[in-house]
T-cell receptor, first 110, second 115 residues
């Protein structure tokens, strides 16, 4: 079956790096995504990675993919209070359907 | 400019009273999705349209229906809302023909309250 798991909470201090982890089960996933959701808002795409890549960097964001272990991570450098939100990992299966994890609530303390 | 627009942002409906949520897109994408997100949970796919072809998820209750009269619009109809249907409803679009990128674009969501 298809399943995506994330830890529920992460707390960091402003200026530190945050690392949010995700595991998934579908080895045929085509793309893996990170979405950000602020309170009461919809989903904002942060970044995505193709399944044949192992790293992608986009400004303060670094995505690492270990396909063998089915492990995905999102690193946010120099975390700011505005980064406080819920972060969802999602895998896209061959049919285009997105399977979301439960979300990691990131709390950034000044 | 918003590319996937959901109306209204907040909807309050009475228990058992039919309600319709609206989604429109300016992207001309073939695929439109409806997701349900309950509090503190992951978004869960209800169904999607590929052009006019409707694809229902196996565990989507019969209470939830959808219409797509044209490429731009898609509606979510809840025939008899129960208290358990209170959630954020997210619409998304995707163009599977984009090649390198198959990013799904999400609307801001409609938060449904059932009283």
């Amino acid at each position: 079956g298809e399943d995506v798991e994330q830890s529920l909470f992460l707390s960091v201090r402003e200026g530190d790096s945050s690392v949010i982890n995700c595991t998934y089960t579908d080895s045929s996933s085509t793309y893996l995504y990170w979405y950000k959701q602020e309170p009461g808002a919809g989903l904002q795409l942060l970044t995505y990675i193709f399944s044949n890549m192992d790293m992608k960097q986009d400004q303060r964001l670094t995505v690492l993919l270990n396909k063998k272990d089915k492990h995905l991570s999102l690193r946010i450098a120099d975390t700011q209070t505005g980064d406080s939100a819920i972060y969802f990992c999602a895998e896209q299966n061959q049919g285009g359907k997105l399977i979301f994890g439960q979300g990691t609530e990131l709390s950034v303390k000044p | 400019d918003a590319m996937v627009i959901q109306n209204p942002r907040y909807q309050v409906t009475q228990f058992g009273k039919p309600v319709t949520l609206s989604c429109s897109q300016t992207l001309n994408h073939n695929v439109m999705y409806w997701y349900q997100q309950k509090s503190s949970q992951a978004p869960k796919l209800l169904f999607h349209y590929y052009d006019k072809d409707f694809n229902n998820e196996a565990d989507t209750p019969d209470n939830f229906q959808s219409r797509r009269p044209n490429t731009s619009f898609c509606f979510l109809d809840i025939r008899s809302p129960g208290l358990g249907d209170a959630a954020m409803y997210l619409c998304a679009t995707r163009d599977p023909g984009q090649g390198l990128s198959t990013e799904a674009f999400f609307g801001q969501g409609t938060r449904l309250t059932v009283v």
